[in-house]
């Protein structure tokens, strides 16, 4: 193989792997959006709940909401910050 050839496969490589990327990080966003949706609908009902019934139960139900919402976020920080990361080390 020669040295044009290998730098063209290079290339290619490089371009399917940076594309390959992009589609995670989008595939994890939109993930992470519908999650979104979910947890604010989610804490939407139980804060209902909460103001109807008076039962403190709802409060910590909203703790857990907000747990989820904040490793939901983590783990797209963590999706995003290591492809970008592979990609800059490249």
């Known amino acids: 193989m ?11 490589t490089d ?3 940076a594309q390959s990327g992009a589609l995670a990080v989008q595939d ?3 993930s ?3 999650m979104s949706t979910l947890l604010t609908t989610a804490s939407g009902v139980t804060l209902a709940n ?5 039962n403190p139960e709802y409060l910590m ?3 857990k909401i ?4 904040q490793a939901s976020r983590n783990n797209f920080i963590e999706l995003y910050s290591s492809v970008n990361n592979t990609r800059a080390s490249k």
Do not use: V
């Not at 020669?2 to 290619?12: L, M, V």
């Not at 909460?50 to 008076?54: A, H, L, N, S």
């Not at 907000?66 to 919402?69: C, H, L, R, T, W």
């Open 15 to 17: 371009k399917s792997l």
């Open 50 to 54: 909460y103001i109807e019934t008076g």
């Open 66 to 69: 907000n747990e989820q919402s």
């Open 2 to 12: 020669s040295a044009k050839d290998t730098e063209q496969t290079y290339q290619i």
């Open 32 to 34: 992470y959006r519908d």
């Open 28 to 30: 994890a966003a939109n």
């Open 61 to 63: 139900a909203l703790d």
